[in-house]
């Protein structure tokens, strides 16, 4: 590990001041260059498998913002391509996936030859950011990934994929645990190509209730930290399971990440009495006030700073940032986040 790197120093429990910096979703939908090169791009998933274009795209808000941190530029939804099942994305209506009738035709074997050209992004943008600045590589979580999957798009309750998930848990687990070994290589391809830090996205952590949220969000979350272990990968890991609330303490301390981001329904100073030190939380300003801006954006920084005084920690939103949010309100938090610590 490249202990220089400020989000490093964090995630291996050094509280920072002023502490590090990226957001959810930086290289998105809210910069005009983002959306220029996306129009030439084709199609969304198009845009994640071109190595030339999904590195400039990943470096795009570092030179508009310096960030401690760059997010390779990709989607949680490449596996589900990997694994074979058709994924497409239309405007209005956000991913759809083709019926998933069959577990066992999915195909792990075809995983590492069709992500190669992610493999090549990290590659790429590592080689173009300055020594300082941190590389995540991530993936999206069993449990989240699954719902697409077994629901065919997105939906606020992911009805489709618990109600599998209870009436037969054995044919569901089949599932998961192509997903964790899936998610196990395409990251650990990801450090091998250059990745300083690996993050997991449990975006719908929250819909489970505690049963669920052990048995399928906990537990192949764990088994992917193992994976990543015996395969030699010595990257941190930081785990997000978004509403997992009062359930953030035994994610932290059983699944072995390094690191845990917080959702901006949580408070800041409940996780960091949930999670044990030296664990380091990151998060967790609501998205809202970054598009509002003025003193709610204030506001809502300097309470999580004073929260998180002493403590490591890695500023960030409570989710991704949304594509209405003005360029000028995203300089002010930085400005803000630096000039307030101390």
Known sequence: ???????????????????????MRQAGRYLPEYREIRQKAGSFLQLCLDPE??????????????FDAAILFSDILVVPYALGQSVAYE?????????LEDFQ????????????PIYETVRQVRHSLSPEKALIGFCGAPWTVATYMVGGE????QAKARRLSL???????????????????????QAEAGADVLKIFDTWAGT?????????????????????????????????????????????????????????????????????????????LDPLRLVVGGQALDDGIDAILAAM???????????????DTPIAHVQRFVDRVREMSG
């Not at 009436?167 to 391809?189: C, G, H, M």
């Open 105 to 116: 035709s999915l195909r792990l074997d075809e995983v590492e030859q069709k992500l190669a």
């Open 208 to 284: 489970l209730d505690d049963a669920g949220f052990d048995r399928w969000c906990i537990q192949p979350t764990l088994q992917i930290v193992e994976l990543l272990c015996a395969a030699g990968v010595d990257v941190p890991i930081i785990g997000f399971p978004r509403g997992a609330g009062a359930r953030l303490g035994a994610f932290a301390s059983r699944t072995g990440v390094n690191a845990v981001a917080v959702d901006w329904m949580t408070p800041m100073k409940l996780a960091r009495e949930l999670v044990p030190a030296p664990i380091a939380l990151q998060g967790n």
């Open 53 to 66: 274009l999904a590195t400039e795209v990943t470096l795009q808000p570092i030179r508009r913002f310096d």
């Open 154 to 157: 997105g939906s606020t309750d």
């Open 167 to 189: 009436e037969n848990p054995d044919r569901f687990q089949i599932l998961i645990d192509i997903l964790v070994e899936a998610s196990a290589l395409y990251l650990t391809k």
């Open 1 to 23: 590990m490249n202990r220089s790197r400020k989000l490093i120093q964090a995630i291996a429990g050094e509280a920072i001041d002023p502490p590090p910096i990226w957001i």
């Open 309 to 323: 005084r002493g403590r490591a920690h890695i500023f960030n939103l409570g989710h991704g940032i949304t594509p």
């Open 91 to 99: 405007n209005g209506r956000g991913p759809v996936l083709g019926p």
